[in-house]
T-cell receptor, first 112, second 111 residues
């Protein structure tokens, strides 16, 4: 497709379970970003992949969060042992330059 | 540390009026300042952006004003319409670092 695709669009999980969120970036975009959007908190940077370089993980809030990007394309964000404070919308963006981000519609995660 | 401060948190404007959203930053290394528009259930979409070598950029009804010495920039929406009702985010970036976003402004344009 022409845009950034994220799946699932909604996820409800029980506290303590692991979840995987998927991002399909725009073909050819070398950079991929994960952000978290909580109510009233803006967009919080989580992790950034650029080509074959080591990812910038400086925004990950705890070691329960991890992400990988396979073949320079699809990325998966994994949250282990989910907590209620992990409830948020997780947004993925990709870009071909340092500036032109295209965001997906996000995954709304609810931890009950 | 919040690198980009955005205000107001929410804004109500009459149809046809001017909407103004302000942002301030501290990091003088920032070299690109975009504004994003987000509708409910959608991801943010780039609206307009400016570099610090110009003081103003206009695209249709949307204008960014940039004050480098004050480290402030603002978004002006002229002739605001109900379809402009959305959440607006300012952001800033330096080189290959990730975009830093403000906390957002929820704009409601009422008839």
């Amino acid at each position: 497709g022409a845009g950034v695709s994220q799946s699932p669009s909604n996820k409800v999980t029980e506290k303590g379970k692991d979840v995987e969120l998927r991002c399909d970036p725009i073909s050819g975009h070398t950079a991929l970003y994960w952000y978290r959007q909580s109510l009233g908190q803006g967009l919080e940077f989580l992790i950034y992949f650029q080509g074959n370089s080591a990812p910038d993980k400086s925004g990950l809030p705890s070691d329960r969060f991890s992400a990988e990007r396979t073949g320079g394309s699809v990325s998966t964000l994994t949250i282990q042992r989910t907590q209620q404070e992990d409830s948020a919308v997780y947004l993925c963006a990709s870009s071909s330059t340092a500036y032109g981000y295209t965001f997906g519609s996000g995954t709304r995660l609810t931890v009950v | 540390q919040q690198q980009v401060k955005q205000s107001p948190q929410s804004l109500i404007v009459q149809k046809g009026g001017i909407s103004i959203i302000n942002c301030a930053y501290e990091n003088t290394a920032f070299d690109y300042f975009p504004w994003y528009q987000q509708f409910p259930g959608k991801g943010p979409a780039l609206l307009i952006a400016i570099r610090p070598d110009v003081s103003e950029k206009k695209e249709g009804r949307f204008t960014i004003s940039f004050n480098k010495s004050a480290k402030q920039f603002s978004l002006h929406i002229m002739d605001s319409q109900p379809g402009d009702s959305a959440t607006y985010f300012c952001a800033a970036v330096s080189g290959n670092t990730p975009l830093v976003f403000g906390k957002g402004t929820r704009l409601s344009v009422i008839a």
